[in-house]
């Protein structure tokens, strides 16, 4: 492994590690729940959500509990086909006083749609960012509710059932990984400083 490989690896290894150390932290998962309806169909590749009297039930970010927050979920074109979503798309505000945390959707890892009787049943998972405008982290969002056309509108409205939000942690080999390249690079820099000296 050359020099330059060495550099590059460590440096990137050190970014990450960076970054990682300035990025928040979701200690306990987000759960939300509440009211919702449904609008369009997933063969135009997005539907319409909506959430009402929607709060969250738990979690913890920075330290510091969520639980009770208010919740927006108004009018989002929530993506249903699987893959990269390009832009992300923003999928809830969660806000308390001057403080406002955004989730945004990069992936969406699998959607389900199904339709019983009168009963629609949507669930979602899938891969994004959470933010507050300075910091951030990588999440996982799994959703999943029951809705009703009650009215024969096209308009499905009932529960969300599961609204969660849970951080993607850096495993542990990754940490691991990072410290054997800033090792070798350690050692690479030092045989060069040898060599150089024996010259």
Known sequence: ????????????????????????????????????????????????FTGSNMATT??????AS?????????????????GSVSPAATIWTL???????IFKLSNVDSF?????????????????????GSQGTAARLSLSGNFFDTNGDGTWEGNVSE???QAVPIPAAGWLFGSALVGLLG?????????ARDA
């Not at 050359?2 to 290894?13: D, H, I, K, M």
């Not at 050692?187 to 060599?195: E, G, H, N, S």
């Open 66 to 82: 969520v639980a009770g927050w208010t919740t927006i979920l108004s009018n989002i074109d929530l993506p249903v086909a699987t």
């Open 1 to 48: 492994m050359g020099r330059s490989t060495l550099n590059y690896l460590a440096g990137f290894t050190l970014f990450v590690l960076a970054t990682s150390a300035n990025a928040l932290t979701i200690d306990q998962g987000i759960a939300m729940t509440g009211a919702a309806s449904v609008t369009g169909i997933p063969s135009n590749g997005e539907i319409d």
């Open 95 to 101: 806000s308390s006083g001057s403080t406002t945390y």
């Open 58 to 63: 738990q979690g913890v970010i920075n330290g």
């Open 163 to 165: 609204f969660t939000v």
């Open 112 to 132: 389900s749609d199904n339709t019983a009787f009168d009963m629609r049943t949507i669930s979602l998972f899938g891969l994004g960012t959470v933010t507050d």
């Open 187 to 195: 050692v690479a820099r030092r045989r060069q400083a040898l060599a």
